[in-house]
């Protein structure tokens, strides 16, 4: 018994030794214009998670990647390996430097220093006679000149449209992915073809029409690894957006398509002959369509926000004085559609003057989810003196669709106000001038227009005879 817990600690110990090792290997320093170079990234004693792209070099152009993986025990101590190769095929000939670059593998930095690679006439192909029948190589070689037959090598693979949700209420968000998936019993050789442009297409034809969309930006497609259906596969997301729908209509997704290259590869392979040849293949996405329901009742249920929210607020001062200016800011924290979020609805009145607030918001998309902040800072004044709670004016109303009802964010901070009343100052403050104050004087009788112009007429018939009478008088004497 003792030499079997022996035997079990030291491959135990000797697992733990196998330490995660990253390196970058360049190809040879000399190829045929014909021929590929590569940039081998191995992973050894760890699972190779994630990677950034290679780099671009100077007169040669991608041309795929493969890759290649293996387990090994040697003296009960497990190693493992695996690889990812790019392939570079020369524009030209000449001598090329490829310069120094870093890759993020795994989240580790990785350097290469770069090397000079000299590119070389296209390699000819020798014919070459059989000699010997009973040499196993000689068949090897003069196979060449035979037509190389390529098979099709089935895809372990699929492209699905996921939501997060299949139901949802009017402005509650639920969480778009379109993905491609790769198993990891895959033999197929595939890279992605035109995706830029493919990707243009798709979204033009997924993207509803009745949302407010919040798109996570997807710039680099790294493979991850998922379980699905108790198997594991490498999940690459090509597109990924947050959808918050305005109205009821059902929103529908159709099933689009994802052209993919993939290599047959030669049924009879050589040393020196073409071992795959480059052909395409489509895969498709499955409908689905999401329900939205209706928020219930209520007065404010056309313009609340959706989501799950909390309060977070800040008060300079809660003791003041009667027009003492102070600042408070109203942050509302959560998941949702921040950019939605409306200030509160601060009721008027001679208390305290509130000023529009200044906003500011803070959207962080990741997880799968949208998250963020949206604040609102108001500059205040109080007129009148007493005790008050800040939640009786300041309050924001939302419905919490996991809890299926509506909820209120209020205040609860409360100030003091001392000093003298502001009231007599507001009232001053909106005096509207003297024509208004005579109006309490004024007879309240109607009066007919066409009686004032008549009156008017004959006062002044009466004036205009007084200065001719005065003139005769005058001029008599």
């Not at 021929?35 to 795929?64: A, D, H």
Request: charged share 20%; with cysteine; net charge neutral.
């Amino acid at each position: 018994m003792k030499l079997l817990l022996s035997c079990i600690t030291i491959l135990i110990l000797s697992f733990s030794i196998s330490a995660q090792e990253i390196r970058i290997d360049l190809g040879p320093d000399q190829v045929a214009v014909n021929q590929y170079f590569t940039i081998t990234l191995t992973v050894e004693n760890e699972r190779l998670k994630n990677y950034s792209p290679f780099p671009e070099i100077p007169g040669f152009v991608k041309r795929g990647t493969s890759s290649s993986s293996s387990t090994n025990f040697i003296n009960g101590q497990m190693t493992s390996s695996q690889s990812i190769i790019q392939n570079y095929q020369p524009t030209k000939e000449g001598n090329f430097r490829i310069p120094a670059f870093t890759m993020t593998v795994n989240s580790q930095e990785i350097s290469s220093p770069g090397k000079v690679v000299k590119v070389g006439p296209a390699m000819q192909q020798r014919r070459r006679q059989r000699r010997n029948p009973f040499d196993p190589f000689d068949d090897l070689f003069n196979n060449r000149s035979q037509p190389t037959e390529f098979i099709d090598v089935q895809a372990d693979a699929f492209l699905a449209l996921t939501t997060g949700k299949s139901e949802v209420y009017v402005g509650e968000g639920f969480t778009t992915t379109l993905a491609f998936y790769v198993a990891e019993t895959n033999r197929a050789d595939m890279r992605f073809y035109d995706l830029g442009k493919q990707i243009t297409e798709i979204v033009k034809q997924i993207k509803p029409t009745n949302c407010w969309e919040e798109n996570f930006n997807i710039d680099n497609i790294n493979g991850e690894p998922v379980t699905v259906n108790n198997r594991t596969f490498t999940q690459y997301k090509i597109f990924q957006a947050t959808y918050y729908p305005l109205n009821t209509d059902p929103i529908s997704f159709p099933s689009v398509p994802l052209k993919l290259i993939k290599y047959k590869v030669a049924k009879n392979p050589s040393f020196f002959g073409r071992n795959r040849q480059e052909d395409f293949e489509t895969f498709y996405s499955k409908a689905k369509t999401i329900t939205i329901k209706e928020l219930p009742p209520h007065p404010l249920k056309e313009s609340v926000a959706v989501g799950n929210y909390r309060l977070q607020e800040n008060l300079t001062n809660s003791n003041l004085k009667t027009g003492q200016s102070f600042n408070y800011s109203f942050d509302v924290l959560g998941e949702g559609n921040i950019s939605a979020i409306e200030a509160p609805a601060i009721p008027t009145g001679i208390d305290f003057d509130f000023y529009a607030p200044n906003v500011k918001q803070n959207i962080k998309r990741a997880n799968n989810s949208v998250r963020g902040t949206k604040a609102f800072s108001y500059y205040a004044i109080p007129n009148e003196p007493g005790e008050y709670d800040l939640g009786d004016f300041i309050y924001w109303i939302y419905f919490d669709p996991k809890k299926e009802e509506y909820d209120t964010l209020r205040s609860r901070y409360s100030v003091n106000v001392s000093g003298e009343s502001r009231k007599n100052e507001y009232i001053l403050s909106n005096d509207l001038g003297s024509f208004y104050d005579r109006i309490e004087f004024e007879d309240n009788n109607l009066t007919s227009l066409d009686e004032s112009s008549f009156i008017q007429i004959f006062a002044n018939i009466f004036i205009l005879a007084m200065f001719a009478i005065s003139a005769i008088l005058v001029f008599k004497k």
